[in-house]
């Protein structure tokens, strides 16, 4: 919040530059977030900033579709879908004559610098007329429309584009603005359809949007374990209605009482014929006489306020847009920024659009390998993890595991440590599917390490953790009880049973637990088994991992409660509200979710403040009142200061505000911890679970000599976290050095860098670090081998 000037005005102001940006082509959820964060980003380094309202239609009318934004006309977007600027498809830029109109009313304004938000076909079309600029303009000189120092003084288009897509279609990115609130309305309808079709037995055809990319729907049948997914990167085999009715009818058989068959708009079948969800249905009733609806979910995909996730995505994505146009030199390729794993990225615009082209070439030439390897690494994981989920036909042809292996095959218990998290779940019903698949008998331990010691373990199996991904909390029961002192117990539970690996799901005092567990193994040779933990807890405060599963519900569940508050705010007018978010000693919850719900200020242990910041603040908000944003929205992570409490700052906001306005407060305590897990959580618990299963098999087999299992290496007790693009392997001894055990936080955490971009948003001067910001890099790199999820 400091004052001065920085190295940011430095290196790259935006002073006497003009920027528009423009939304095209389909809409989808969180451009209003990217086209904010231009705006803002924009002013902030003292640019003018335009809107151009309909897309290219409004670029080619001009007049009053050209208009320049300022701070307070951006307010209150971030919660809106769609796009507010509008867009809208246009022929008339498709022709040479259209393309000389916009670049007249480009010029008029001293506009050369764009920032597109659309799909492929978007982005195409303002590649082309960057490429034709110069020509362009050159005809409205010979024509007397423009003189030649407007020529001169406008001789560079630069062009950035971010995509705005919900079908996730453009390589090169690993998510797209949009798609991640897509799943957010498939998944909502999904759990609604659950209860009904429980109720009546029912067979349900679900149909996504997908017309070209299968992305929603391979993500979410993952998302809530469908019995069978149809997209056009991989369609199903010759004989897949006797494989579908064998299938439908084995679940019936099990006692399942429903059936979900999810369908993207695009699927094929092997010889390029359509295979619709009418099809399907035909099919069932034809074939099983099974009771069976078909829901078509069409534009409800597009619509409803964007999640957490997008609107950060956008954030970050529309800051990252205005640096690249401000770093921009004539030679500088259009460029498109995007993520990957959990980093920014810069990509050449066109090697994006070829390769999104290629896919679509693969398809229509049956190579369909090649075209799942071209949609990206995020892509196939989501594929391989689903083949491994469904791999199980029937018990007699599972498959077998094909090294030689003690007759009784290998014992995996599983457990849950610490608060609850949304997606625990998600991620035991993954490892014990995939467990009993790689051949394993699966344990399931009641009540973390204190269940363990009091013999609470008994086998789970396949059948019993249907349904699971979509519930909250856990179902195996957790509790934060550490290992440490009932060790000779929990010794005694795994000779009894014979456990030979043990997967951990949780939070801290998991990570705590397995380190007491690793330093026991000198003590009981019975922890000298592989051991892996997979970071789950709403705090995201685990060293070895940037995210944790259920972190994404929680900042969901902060942001919907923010803009119903906002919301509430509106309407009284000068009304600030403080809200109290957990988290322990770690700001993740409240600063990302800050960023998420367009706060003023946000309070973190990991930057301490003092009362003159406080005054600061409360001076800023005093100012910001007198402008048509009559409301503010302060958070404060529960630990941030042990004197600065919630009250201590809700009764000094209202002294010093007395007059100007009035405040309100809000803890939102465990409704952070509850509620069904996101398409997100599940997805992600769902991957991470099945790769740390995948390590114990190797593990087993490596570890395994002269007839029993023997692991005492430190790699041998590991946490399996997502490091920027990657997931990777941690031993846990390692991460001790990385550890603030007093304050149970990592000393190291990515998402401070996120910060300044929050109190940018908030219009506050800050030292921004552009070291760190992407640099262009080109889509044909492999990727590193462990790829991000």
Known sequence: FTQHSDLFYLNLSGAGKSIGVLTSGGDAQGMNGAVRAVVRMGIYVGAKVYFIHEGYQGMVDGGQNIEEATWESVSSML????????????????????????????????????????????LTGANLFREEWSSLLETLRTTGQIDDEAVQRNSVLHIVGMVGSIDNDFCGTDMTIGTDS????????????GTTAQSHQRTFVLEVMGRHCGYLALVSALACGADWVFFPEMPPEDDWEEELCYKLSGNRADKKRLNIIIVAEGAIDRSNKPISADYIKDLVVRRLGFDTRVTILGHVQRGGTPSAFDRILASRMGVEAVLALLEASATTPACVVSLVGNQSVRLPLMECVQMTQEVQKAMDEKKFDEAVRLRGRSFENNLHTYRLLCSRKSDKDLPSVSVVLPQSGFNVAVLNVGAPAAGMNAAVRSAVRVGIAEGHKMFAVNDGFEGFAKGQIKEIKWGDVGGWTGQGGSLLGT???????????????????????????????????LLELSRAREQFSEFCVPMVMVPATVSNNIPGSDLSIGADTALNAITETCDRIKQSASGTKRRVFIIETMGGYCGYLANVGGLAAGADAVYIYEEPFDIRELQANVEHLTEKMKTSIQRGLVLRNENSNENFTTDFIYQLYSEEGKGVFDCRKNVLGHMQQGGAPSPFDRNFGTKVAAKAMQWITTTLKETYKEGRVFANTDDSACLLGMRR?????????????????????????????????????????????????????????????????
């Not at 000779?488 to 456990?499: F, T």
């Open 79 to 122: 919660q809106v879908g769609g796009t507010v600027i509008g867009s809208a498809r246009c022929k008339e830029f498709r022709t040479l004559e259209g393309r000389v109109r916009a670049a007249l009313n480009l010029v008029q304004h001293g506009i050369t610098n764009l920032c597109v938000i659309g799909g492929d076909g978007s």
């Open 182 to 193: 897509a799943l957010h309305r498939i998944i909502e309808v999904v759990d609604a359809i």
């Open 479 to 513: 509790k934060r009880t550490l290992p440490a002192k009932h060790a000779e117990k929990i010794a005694e539970q795994i000779r009894i049973h014979n456990i030979n690996a043990m997967l951990v799901i949780g939070g801290f005092e998991a990570y705590l637990g």
């Open 725 to 789: 693009r990657a997931m990777v392997f941690r031993p846990v001894a390692e991460l001790r050095e990385e550890t603030d055990f007093v304050h149970r936080i990592p000393k190291e955490q990515w998402w401070l860098k996120l910060r300044p971009l929050m109190k940018i948003l908030a219009k506050y001067r800050t030292s921004f670090d552009v070291s760190d910001s992407a640099q262009l890099e080109h889509v044909t790199h492999v990727r590193p081998k462990e790829a991000a999820i």
